[in-house]
């Protein structure tokens, strides 16, 4: 009768532990079935054109329009989608490949922001968003970037105030940025004159409770070219 016992009792032992080391956790949790059917993607990152760089590497060059690579990295996706924006006109162009670079004919002498995002089945990831200007011929002296708006963000609504502070960022491949002038009102055209030629990124305004506000920036540099923010909205409750 012992000796049955012990047999039952090493009998269990041996199944015991081999359920134990079958790839799980003290949890019963398993991370990594090993059958490769974990879905991840390790995050976008934009490689070129750099972030408010010229871009001089085109190919293809004709006086109006080059051939551009742009490049970034990521890992685990099955395809990717690239967006680009002309800043001038807003003309998008968007593609669709499976390869972390693209060669893709653009407008010389003209800004640009662009984002990439990756595709794995069901799931997808934004890259950052870069902005950049493709060289044109010759030297010449580039606009600065249209200003990027801050704060108040497009359409938030504002608890009821008496001031409220306009926020933005500017940049300029030239770095010869001389100044802002600022337009705000209730005008949906925001054609009305607040300030001008402020060297700040920051002004702040009057508002009154129930209205809807408009405004933009218009952003120049040292030779007197200029770029235009588009028209921004915010409401005072």
Known sequence: MKQVVYIFCLTFLVFG??????????????????????ETISGVKLYFPQENMLCNEGTNLTPTESTVYFEWRANGADNYIITIENLSTSN??????????????????????WFVESVLG????QSDTWQFYNAGPGAQSYAPFPAEIVSPSMAESIPTTNTVTLQWTASDVD?????????????????DIHASNINTTETTVSVTSGTIYYWKIITRDALGNTSDSGVFQFRVQ
Do not use: L, M, W
């Open 175 to 191: 770095d010869d940025i001389a100044g802002f002038d600022v337009y705000f009102g209730t005008n949906e055209t925001a054609n």
């Open 122 to 125: 069901s799931t997808t990831e």
């Open 92 to 113: 998008v162009i968007q593609r669709e490949t499976n390869e972390d670079i693209i060669p893709i004919t653009i407008q010389r002498a003209t800004a640009y922001k």
């Open 17 to 38: 532990c081999s359920k134990s080391s079958n790839g799980n956790d003290p949890n019963g949790e398993n991370p990594d079935d090993g059958n490769g059917n974990e």
